[in-house]
């Protein structure tokens, strides 16, 4: 399911990117379990 999770994370964090034009939406700095994600 993580990767299941990851793929819905990404999806949400591109299509709100992709209408805000923030190059970094808040969203995809809201998991958890990979503070990692926070550099890219």
């Known amino acids: ?3 299941l999770w990851d793929a819905i994370v990404n999806w949400v964090a591109a299509l709100f990117a ?20 926070r550099e890219r």
Request: aromatic share 4%.
């Open 1 to 3: 399911m993580r990767n």
């Open 18 to 37: 992709a209408g805000t034009g923030a190059p970094h939406p808040m969203i995809a700095t809201d998991d958890p379990f990979e503070p990692d994600d």
